[in-house]
């Protein structure tokens, strides 16, 4: 898809929860929706042809479930990955639900301060690809210190960095070039691509890539 035409597709945050609630109504619950986009992603990054040798970050949030539930489905590639979950506060259902299957099948190393993020180093070492699941289009304000210092780490690496849907800590709304984000090479991200990228500029996304969620954005807007 054409910069101009990613553009005119863009979605503001309020339109594509809009879009997902009409989802939830035809009957597929919030579960679904995760295990649908994440299938889409998985494909998506194997499809890349980085080396299968990864660090996967989840937030407390849907993102977080959403790079979760991928990288079990990696692991089902044959991909070795590292698995970091965020707790600083508690997850919301659906990343517990996500971490407590990932962890009858591998090792999940939990953050819980910003101490422990000194880790960062010795985790992601040797890792080919960050997957990024850290926040996503509900983020607002200023970041705690907590998650600035994690996304610092990130951006320090080097590594090349996929996001799920948003790069942690852009703004799909508004302009916040100022603020504390993820610099992506790659984001997938999930129906349209969000009206942030274009004002915030697209260096902080990378390659954009479109998946649906189960179902696209065209048939949800005819619905």
């Avoid at 996500?98 to 939990?110: D, F, G, R, S, Y």
């Avoid at 000194?118 to 304000?141: M, N, P």
Wanted: aromatic share 6%; with cysteine; charged share 25%.
């Amino acid at each position: 898809m054409a910069f101009e035409e990613m553009s005119m597709h863009a979605l503001d945050a309020a339109a594509f929860r809009a879009l997902d609630e009409k989802a939830k109504t035809l009957g597929m619950p919030e579960r679904i929706l995760i295990e649908n986009a994440s299938s889409n992603m998985c494909a998506i990054i194997d499809a890349l042809g980085l080396e299968k040798k990864g660090i996967v970050v989840a937030g407390r949030g849907n993102n977080g479930a959403d790079v979760l539930s991928c990288a079990r489905k990696l692991l089902s590639r044959g991909y070795d990955l590292t698995i970091v979950a965020l707790a600083d506060k508690e997850p919301n259902q659906e990343v517990q639900f996500q971490l407590a299957l990932l962890k009858k099948i591998t090792e999940v190393h939990i953050l819980r301060k910003k101490e422990e993020i000194d880790s960062w180093g010795r985790l992601s070492c040797g890792k080919a690809f960050i997957l990024d699941g850290i926040l996503g289009i509900g983020v607002k304000g200023t970041l705690n210190e907590f998650l600035q210092r994690i996304i610092a780490a990130i951006n320090a690496t080097k590594i090349p960095v996929i996001a799920c849907d948003i790069p942690s800590g852009l703004s799909p709304d508004t302009d916040n070039r100022g603020a504390c984000a993820v610099k992506a090479d790659y984001t997938i991200t999930f129906l349209a691509p969000k009206r942030g990228f274009f004002l915030n500029g697209l260096h902080f996304c990378g390659r954009i890539i479109v998946t649906d969620i189960g179902l696209s954005k065209s048939i949800l807007e005819q619905i």
